[in-house]
């Protein structure tokens, strides 16, 4: 649901069958990324915004969800149906999106998933993930930092 300025309704912005989880707007603004169960299986796709019913394209392919846009725009992070972090080319122009190359960054495994809401968070400079590593009770609470 979203409210536009000025307006006092909500208006669904995806309001299919499906569930969708994981809202997450680019950071111009223009592009809404989420993920969809609609094709059976969670996937990420992405609609042009605040005018979300006009478009809509898969960018994963083999199960997706938790997308995070890049503080680019030029790349979205999601993590595959594999539990494995993702960062997917997207080349916006006026009024579309192409998904350009797929690399798999690392295994999210040993990392803590929360449920409806990313469970990660992407560093100002789009080369670090913040991430929670939940360990074994009897150890010391650490903070570890992965970079590249």
């Known amino acids: 649901m979203g409210l536009k300025t000025g ?7 995806v309001a299919t069958g499906a569930t969708e989880f994981y809202p997450a ?7 809404l990324a989420y993920g969809s169960n609609e094709s059976g299986t969670m996937e990420v796709y992405v609609r042009p915004f605040p005018e979300t019913a006009t478009a809509k394209w898969q960018v994963s392919t083999a199960g997706g969800s938790e997308p995070v846009w890049a ?7 999601y993590i595959n149906g594999r539990g494995e972090m993702v960062a997917a080319e ?8 192409s ?11 040993a990392f803590v998933r929360f449920g409806s809401f990313p469970s990660y968070a992407v560093a100002p400079d789009d080369r670090r993930f913040l991430m929670v590593r939940e360990g074994d009770a009897s150890q010391q609470g650490e903070m570890v930092v992965a970079e590249n």
């Open 7 to 13: 307006d006092t309704a909500l208006v669904p912005l």
């Open 25 to 31: 707007l680019s950071p111009d603004g223009h592009w």
């Open 71 to 77: 503080n680019s725009g030029r790349e979205l992070f």
């Open 90 to 97: 997207i080349r916006p122009a006026a009024a579309a999106v």
């Open 99 to 109: 998904v350009g190359e797929q690399h798999v960054l690392f295994s999210t495994a």
